[in-house]
């Protein structure tokens, strides 16, 4: 080999600096390395002192690096409203349309109860199943505290879902809807759970209102992979009972980004009553807030259950104000959260009922998430991406 060949060809020995250098860690990450047999090292001929390294193991460990970011970072978009990760009949959003198990969410709502909806969800096999002897709702002062024990107490007392005989657990699950419904409604009850909580709120079970609710509980059943029901489906790929990862689901569900957003509509509601529909826009504008009630990622054309239900009531004359300014200065539509929050003004519900119709409502499609995880699914269980202090 000429001596201009043996110049341009890479050395096969490296010194510490460089391999730091082109594997963008520390020395004590180096040295590990070489204490694992990952990276082999020899002393320098010329400084029997210093180390060299051989420069095939770093470059394997550095084409292994970036193709471990390149997954974590398709890993970390698939978190938050990325590519799905999980695979599941139950429900999609497709074409700014919900569907069930390949029904139209809106279409259903027409018809359908939340039972039925629930048994859809669930694989849309058997009658309507559930035990009539149930205990009497927890006592506490207001519906979410309530859903809340009702829920743990089933979850501290139920057996595992996992490996359970399908009818059984088909039971179960319409015997937890109808507890969690009669800790909302805060008496056991009888009929439909529509109508149970038209006649706890003050609304004729066979009148508008109670239309009005059956309504909007099928079209929250379910919304494929939200962050509830990624809680449940968690908890449920442990073997845990349907309680407890309805458990989970409802305690994912009372976040301020989740669940709790029809609350911070009624915030804006009231900014928007003191100071004006704009005033109150703009200055959230300003500040760099969002406009909660409008726009969802999933329906950039708006979100179908808001205009399903918002063309079936005429919403409070303040409500009517405010969508207008904020489709005047924004352009964007109002979605399920803004919807509710109009229906609950219009019928004189108690101000935590979106949260109430949303908890009983979601527990369909928590409890159909949980069955289809335990039949099939895994444990999950994703990594972590360390970015700590190395050890």
Not at 200 to 220: S, Y
Not at 382 to 391: D, F, H, I, L, T
Request: with cysteine.
């Amino acid at each position: 080999m000429s001596p201009q060949a043996a110049a341009a060809r890479p050395p096969e020995w490296i010194a510490a600096e460089e391999a730091r250098e082109r594997l963008g860690v520390r020395a004590q990450t180096l040295y590990a390395y070489v204490s694992r047999g990952r990276v082999q090292v020899r002393p320098d001929p010329r400084d029997p002192r210093r180390s060299l390294y051989r420069a095939a193991d770093i470059a394997a460990l550095t084409d292994r690096k970036s193709r471990s970011r390149k997954v974590a970072e398709v890993a970390a978009g698939a978190i938050t409203w990325g590519e799905p990760v999980l695979t599941s009949a139950i429900t999609t959003i497709s074409g700014g349309r919900l569907f069930y198990r390949g029904r139209d969410a809106v279409e259903l709502a027409q018809t359908e109860t939340l039972e039925s909806t629930a048994r859809l969800l669930r694989g849309g096999h058997g009658a309507a199943l559930k035990r009539t002897d149930r205990p009497p709702p927890p006592q506490a002062g207001d519906m979410r505290s309530r859903a809340f024990l009702a829920l743990a107490t089933r979850a501290g007392a139920d057996p595992p879902a996992r490996g359970r005989n399908p009818l059984a657990l088909a039971v179960e699950a319409a015997t937890l809807l109808d507890v969690l419904t009669d800790a909302v409604a805060g008496q056991v009850g009888g009929g439909a759970i529509a109508g149970r909580l038209a006649l706890a709120w003050g609304q004729g079970p066979g009148g508008p209102g109670a239309d009005l609710i059956r309504r909007a509980l099928v079209l929250l059943a379910d919304h494929e992979l939200n962050p509830s029901t990624f809680a449940a489906r968690v908890a449920a790929s442990t073997g845990a009972s349907l309680a407890a990862s309805a458990l989970a689901g409802l305690a994912a569900l009372s976040g301020p980004r989740h669940g709790g957003a029809p609350a911070a509509v009624q915030g804006l509601a009231r900014e928007a009553a003191a100071v004006g529909p704009r005033a109150a826009i703009a200055a959230r504008l300003a500040e760099g807030r969002t406009v909660p009630g409008f726009g969802h990622v999933l329906y950039p054309d708006g979100d179908p259950r808001a205009q399903a239900l918002l063309e079936r009531f005429e919403p409070p004359p303040e409500m009517v104000r405010l969508q207008s300014a904020v489709g005047a200065v924004t352009g964007l539509a109002p979605n399920v959260d803004f919807a509710l929050v109009a229906m609950s003004q219009a019928l004189k519900l108690p101000d935590d009922a979106p949260f109430a119709l949303f908890a009983v409502a979601r527990c369909a499609g928590w409890i159909a998430h949980a069955i289809e995880q335990g039949q099939g699914g895994g444990v999950i269980r994703p990594r972590a991406r360390y970015v700590g202090e190395a050890g």
